[in-house]
């Protein structure tokens, strides 16, 4: 007779990312376990490893024949910020999902020994099931996430009222919406999002990465971009994973705020996720208490603390890749002040490693 399935031990892995058997078995996890997000997928660390060079692994839990967890790992090589191993990268999630809490330290401890393996001298876990003992953050990010409404009507009238007036401003102006995944969509996209993050003081991600992430995601992610006269003023690149809509890099020109083509953006991408069959709508993570953190309050989204743990080798220093940190004021300042095509020519090279 079998022993029962509880007796059988924890058995921690490297899965085959080559395999498509083996990569459509942790698909098929993530999508029926609660808590898996697109960041757990295989596809996501690919498209990582394709857009920016960086290489991913999954360490997998089974007992018997049976998947039990995973934790989705990708490797940070930065010439500025030092290495990392963290899960996931370029993400704002992908922690340990496992099916029982139980099984969250076996997988850390794996991802731990892989780091050492590599010499790798940080892991950092975003969220998912934290192992104990290791040092955890809950005061830096928060997530914000919402039910949408029935209808394109309730839906404005789910919004507070000085935010739903903004997005009638933005209605009566001379906007147009359009989605797609397209050479022209791709192309508005990353024009209007580089230009976004340098106002920001931040430099922007290679478009290889936005470029591997809509081909590897197929019909599960789109480009929502308003344009004002034919010129684009504001996109977003969004996924939709198990009913719900992430929207994920996303950015406006100075011409979007006095136009208030991000209230339009945001306002239609939620209609248009409804059509797609999402019931939620998640608006992503920013940091607590800054400009982000507000617009999307005042949204009427509430904002949940996401918790994420760090673990560093003895003597080494935590990676500290905040802009909002003093020490990083000068550089941003003179980013912000780049003439765009230079900074669009050197920033993929520095976002690479920001994962």
């Known amino acids: 007779m079998n022993a029962p399935m509880s007796l059988h031990k924890l058995r921690i892995r490297a899965a085959d990312l080559r395999d498509p058997n083996e990569c459509a078995r942790i698909e098929d996890f993530i999508r029926e376990t609660e808590g898996g997000t697109p960041f757990h997928l295989p596809r996501w660390l690919k498209a990582i490893e ?41 993400a704002v999630g992908g922690g340990a999902l496992v099916a029982n ?9 794996a991802a731990w020994q892989l780091a050492e393996r590599l010499s790798i001298p940080e892991v950092e876990l975003r969220g998912g099931a934290l192992p104990k003992g290791w040092p955890v953050r809950s005061d830096v990010y928060a997530g ?9 009507d309730a839906q404005l009238q789910a919004i507070p009222r000085k935010q739903r007036a903004e997005i009638r401003k933005a209605l009566k102006n001379d ?20 230009e976004s993050v340098r106002n920001l003081g931040t430099p922007v991600f290679p478009r290889a990465l936005f470029d591997a992430m809509l081909d590897g995601f197929g019909d599960e992610a789109d480009i929502t971009t308003v344009r004002h006269h034919g010129e684009p003023v504001a996109s ?61 309050k005042n949204w009427g989204f509430t904002p949940e603390p996401l918790h994420y ?4 080798a003895n003597g080494a220093t935590p990676r500290e890749m905040n802009p909002n940190d003093p020490k990083y004021r000068l550089q941003v300042a003179l980013w912000q002040r780049l003439p765009l095509r230079i900074a669009n020519r050197i920033g993929p090279w520095i976002a690479k490693g920001l994962g």
């Open 309 to 312: 743990a760090v673990r560093t």
């Open 144 to 152: 914000f996430v919402g039910a949408l409404a029935e209808s394109d």
């Open 175 to 194: 906007l147009t919406v359009a989605f797609g995944t397209d050479e022209r969509d791709r192309e508005a996209h990353y024009a209007v999002y580089a």
């Open 101 to 109: 809490p139980i099984n969250a330290n076996a997988l850390a401890d």
């Open 50 to 90: 394709r857009g920016c060079g960086q290489p991913g692994h999954i360490l997998i839990g089974e007992r018997a024949t049976t998947l039990r967890g995973i934790l989705p790992l990708t490797e940070i090589h930065s010439p500025l910020f030092g290495r990392a191993l963290v899960s996931s990268g370029f």
């Open 236 to 296: 977003v690149l969004t996924f939709y994973f198990n009913g719900t809509a992430m929207p994920y890099w996303g950015g406006g020109t100075f011409a979007a705020r006095a136009l208030r083509a991000n209230e339009l953006l945001y306002f239609s991408l939620m209609n248009h996720a409804r059509e797609r069959g999402c019931t939620q709508f998640d608006f992503g993570r920013s940091k607590i208490k800054t400009g982000p953190y507000n617009f999307k």
